[in-house]
């Protein structure tokens, strides 16, 4: 089964330029997250969808942050503008629908590494 | 006070000891825990679920304490590739999400 995956491994861009991130979860998991590590700091969460909707973006830094996920596939987060507090490792996560206790345990992606300049 | 809390380390352990970390959290209404390891740059994996007192893998055990609000995670007959970060996540009851630690990180010298 593959795992999570995530594109690109690494970006670096400008501030005040756009990005755009892809998650890919688990085929099949309902649930996906995205979490974000700042240097230094522990992972914090972002938001969650439940197939193609959004069911909790309490951690969204702020509306420069839009997140999708088309069809309840793969999930795009966009960065527009970026900032330079953008910079860090960004996390995709997915996990089943409705398997009981098995639907909490959430899978990892390899993460992109933002750095804003 | 975090919500989450774990010694960054590094506990600096040979090869062979066995080596506990402690993870407090603040929400006693929290019923899930869950212990992932990640190596430098890499993505968390999921090692343990502890959704009652406590779970057993192998050389690895994790165990829950509700009244003291702490879990734990043993490891015995430590090898050098257990050398990694080991993250805390708390499961939020009635929502979806995962509040992390900032990580332990162990070191097993040769």
């Known amino acids: 089964e593959a795992g999570v995956t995530q594109f690109p491994s690494h970006s670096v861009i400008e501030k005040g330029q756009t990005v755009t991130l892809r998650c890919d979860p688990i085929?099949?998991?309902?649930?996906l997250y995205w979490y974000r590590r700042v240097m230094g700091k522990e992972i914090k969460f972002l938001l969650h969808?439940?197939?193609?909707?959004?069911?909790?973006e309490s951690g969204m830094p702020n509306n420069r942050f839009l997140a999708e996920r088309t069809g309840g596939t793969y999930s795009t987060l966009k960065v527009q503008p970026a900032e330079l507090e953008d910079s860090g490792v960004y996390f995709c996560?997915?996990?089943?629908?409705?398997?009981?206790?098995?639907?909490?345990?959430?899978?990892f992606g390899p993460g992109t590494r933002l750095t804003v300049t | 006070r975090k919500e989450v809390e774990q010694d960054p380390g590094p506990f600096n352990v040979p090869e062979g000891a066995t080596v506990a970390f402690n993870c407090t959290y603040s929400n006693s209404a929290s019923q899930s825990f869950f212990w992932y390891r990640q190596d430098c740059r890499k993505e968390p994996k999921l090692l343990m679920s502890v959704y009652s007192s406590g779970n057993e893998d192998g050389r690895f055990t994790a165990q829950l304490n509700r009244a003291s609000q702490y879990i734990s995670l043993l490891i015995r007959d430590s090898k050098l590739s257990d050398s990694a970060t080991y993250l805390c996540?708390?499961?939020?009851?009635?929502?979806?999400?995962?509040?992390f630690g900032t990580g332990t990180r162990l070191k097993v010298l040769a």
């Open positions: 969808f439940v197939k193609e909707s959004k069911q909790d």
């Open positions: 085929s099949g998991h309902d649930n």
């Open positions: 996560a997915s996990s089943p629908g409705d398997r009981g206790r098995f639907t909490y345990e959430q899978y």
């Open positions: 996540a708390v499961y939020v009851s009635g929502t979806y999400k995962y509040i």
